[in-house]
């Protein structure tokens, strides 16, 4: 893998890079049902970012 393939994809893998990412804001807002803006504060959202990511972690190590 170069240099520049393994940054993109640990931008990615990271908390900021998955908040930014247009599909899961896509997803996120589908439960956005009150169209309320913003949907989730900064801070609710990457808390709920890393604990799906501690869940799939958690998930895996069985």
Known sequence: MSKQNSRASSKRGSVGGIMIDTQVKDILEKFNVKNKSPFLPQKAYRS?????ISVINDEKSL
């Open 48 to 52: 709920l970012i890393e604990r799906n």
